[in-house]
T-cell receptor, first 111, second 114 residues
Framework: EDQVTQSPEALRLQEGESSSLNCSYT??????LFWYRQDPGKGPEFLFT???AGEEKEKERLKATLTKKESFLHITAPKPEDSATYLC????????????FGKGTKLTVNP | EAGVAQSPRYKIIEKRQSVAFWCNPI?????LYWYQQILGQGPKLLIQ????????DSQLPKDRFSAERLKGVDSTLKIQPAKLEDSAVYLC????????????FGSGTRLTVV
């Protein structure tokens, strides 16, 4: 069974304190790994897609990386507005075009 | 570009009652998804439509859940009868021809079953 595990479940940072979120996956065939941001009361908002090991993508203070077994979302010098739940999802081979999501990491950045 | 519209935003019902949710996808998006997100968990796919046909409903509890997408545009998701464990946010998403990279979510309907 395809599985996506995110850690930690929750993370509190001070403004400017850099850190990383982890997403590990066990899937039959990875076609892509997605990172989403979800604010309270809203649907997930797309951040990045990674396709192959070694790939990296950046957007403002966020940088996503991918290995054969896991992905990291690095947050550099976070601001309070980066507070949200970050979801990782995988697109697996076969069947319908769907995403399998992890449970997410709830990030709180204190000023 | 208008986003994915969902209604209602909130719904509280008693167990064994029925409820329906509505979704209007982004104009021109052929693929529509319904996800269930239980508090503290990631979204789980319930059903996927391509135009007005079902592509994947393997995780839809068909004894109580049903969904339709008439004319390949709007969609409704129904629960009858509801159980306490159905309390969740129901998210609708759409994409252009099963393109995951243009996959846009609505804000969801928060259902509480008491």
């Amino acid at each position: 069974e395809d599985q996506v595990t995110q850690s930690p479940e929750a993370l509190r940072l001070q403004e400017g304190e850099s850190s990383s979120l982890n997403c590990s996956y066990t899937v039959s065939g990875l076609r892509g790994l997605f990172w989403y941001r979800q604010d309270p009361g809203k649907g997930p908002e797309f951040l990045f897609t990674l396709y192959s090991a070694g790939e990296e993508k950046e957007k403002e203070r966020l940088k996503a990386t991918l290995t054969k077994k896991e992905s990291f979302l690095h947050i550099t010098a976070p601001k309070p507005e980066d507070s949200a739940t970050y979801l990782c999802a995988v697109h697996v081979q076969g069947g319908s075009e769907k995403l399998v999501f992890g449970k997410g990491t709830k990030l709180t950045v204190n000023p | 570009e208008a986003g994915v519209a969902q209604s209602p935003r909130y719904k509280i019902i008693e167990k064994r009652q029925s409820v329906a949710f509505w979704c209007n996808p982004i104009s021109g998006h052929a693929t529509l998804y319904w996800y269930q997100q239980i508090l503290g968990q990631g979204p789980k796919l319930l059903i996927q439509f391509q135009n007005n046909g079902v592509v994947d409903d393997s995780q839809l509890p068909k004894d109580r859940f049903s969904a339709e997408r008439l004319k390949g545009v709007d969609s409704t998701l129904k629960i009858q009868p509801a159980k306490l464990e159905d309390s969740a946010v129901y998210l609708c998403a759409s994409s252009l021809n099963r393109n995951l990279y243009g996959y846009t979510f609505g804000s969801g309907t928060r259902l509480t079953v008491v």
